[in-house]
């Protein structure tokens, strides 16, 4: 049995059979030949259902997650949201009250309104999240780190009151990536990641994935939602998205590790009121970071000393990092969380949310040390 690094680059991704190219072609072909008596030997028809370079990308995150099978989306948004679609209306749902904005939106302008109910609780809060079981409860979601408050969710604890409850748990694990964090070894059902962020890892794609534990109804109506509907990505985006996986473990090793440098220099720092970070030790589930995860991740909020002008005085004398959203890539970026946000948001209007690229970490702490100053 080889280690996750190795089979990042080798499981699914053999040399390609008919020319030994070591890394494979990307196939643009829509559409696949059949036998004369109709067969398809080579299992490809027609690529919305599948194609070679997908296939791989679905394969080699299953296998990182330690999961049964994996279906690739076109968006970490579309993937979340096919999951839920699979669900039927009057399904009851528990979903964390820091979810990700988008999936937020998609649930209270979409699916709600087609009969799915949703309570919303504080999900590191694991007496509120079994408060909130009703006998149709059918699914409990959590993100964990979540975006942009960095809490963290109890898996192993979310995943046993699912159990008990007759409810699937998916655990969003775009900010742990499967190098730091296992939701699956760790009792949830499903994982979602947007592929945008670590697995992409350079900024260039949009994309998302659904990991399942094992096999099952759900699952087997997610993979057909993907096959009906085509919220799928290229060929390109798959062949992109695999030579990000190529390097993840090392990537988000070093980002982890300048990520917490970085958290330290800040919590010190006179101008800023408070740091978010699940690697501090003063960081609210700093214990349960530490059972569950191998590294506490690239991304950090920070609260200046002052109010959201002070926050953009800030950003605005930033020069290594960039001031753009998201996050997981080679840049670092900077972002004022608050304004990219709906009406309403919770977020702090002081925070900026802190995604830590691959720069040296000296050229990062300096960029603050000036901004702030
Ligand atoms: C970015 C993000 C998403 C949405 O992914 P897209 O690829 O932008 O649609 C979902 N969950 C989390 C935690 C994210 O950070």
């Known amino acids: 049995m080889t280690r996750p690094e190795t089979r990042a680059i080798h499981h699914a991704q ?3 059979p008919a020319t030994g190219a070591v890394i494979p072609p990307i196939h643009l072909t829509t559409t ?13 028809k027609y690529t919305r259902n599948m194609n070679p370079n997908r296939a791989a ?12 099978g994996a279906a690739a989306f076109a968006s970490g948004s579309v993937a979340t949201m096919m999951l839920l679609q699979a669900l039927r209306p009057g399904d009851h749902v528990i979903a964390p009250d820091d ?21 919303f609780v504080d999900a590191t809060d694991l007496d509120a999240v079994r408060a909130a079981v009703t006998p149709d409860t059918k699914l409990i979601l959590s993100e964990s780190p979540s975006n942009p408050l960095l809490q963290v969710t109890d898996i192993a604890g979310v995943a046993q009151i699912a159990q008990e409850a007759g409810a699937l748990y998916m655990c969003d694990n775009t900010i742990g990536t499967p190098v730091l964090q296992q939701p699956l070894q760790l009792g949830a059902d499903f994982v979602i990641h947007s592929t945008t962020k670590y697995i992409g890892g350079h900024h260039d794609i949009l994309g998302g994935v659904v990991v399942a534990r094992e ?10 939602l993907q096959a009906i509907g085509g919220a799928v990505p290229s060929p390109f985006e798959c062949w992109l998205a695999l ?15 300048h990520a917490l440098k ?11 009121e408070k740091v978010r970070y699940p690697g501090l030790p003063d960081h609210p589930n700093h214990d349960v970071a530490r059972r569950q995860m191998a590294g506490f991740g690239g991304l950090l909020s920070v609260q200046v000393v002052g109010d959201e002008a002070r926050a953009m005085d800030v950003i605005a004398k930033m020069q290594v990092f960039t001031r753009a959203t998201s996050f997981g890539g080679t840049h670092s970026l900077i972002e004022h969380r608050a304004s990219m946000e709906h009406d309403g948001t ?3 209007r002081n925070l900026l949310r802190v995604s830590v690229g691959l720069e040296h970490i000296d050229d990062l702490i300096e960029d603050f040390a000036r901004a702030l100053a």
């Open 57 to 68: 990308l679905e394969s080699v995150i299953a296998e990182l997650e330690g999961g049964f």
């Open 99 to 119: 979810l990700y904005y988008g999936i937020r939106l998609i649930m209270q302008d979409v699916l709600m309104p087609w009969g799915l109910r949703v309570t």
């Open 215 to 224: 096999d099952g109804e759900m699952w087997q109506r997610v993979q057909m």
């Open 346 to 348: 919770t977020t702090p």
């Open 32 to 44: 696949y030949e059949r036998d004369i008596d109709g067969a398809y030997p080579r299992e490809f």
């Open 262 to 272: 970085l958290a330290q220099y800040l919590a010190d720092h006179p101008n800023v």
């Open 243 to 257: 030579r990000g996986v190529q390097t993840m473990s090392y990537r988000v090793r070093a980002q982890a590790d």
């Open 14 to 16: 053999p040399p390609d």
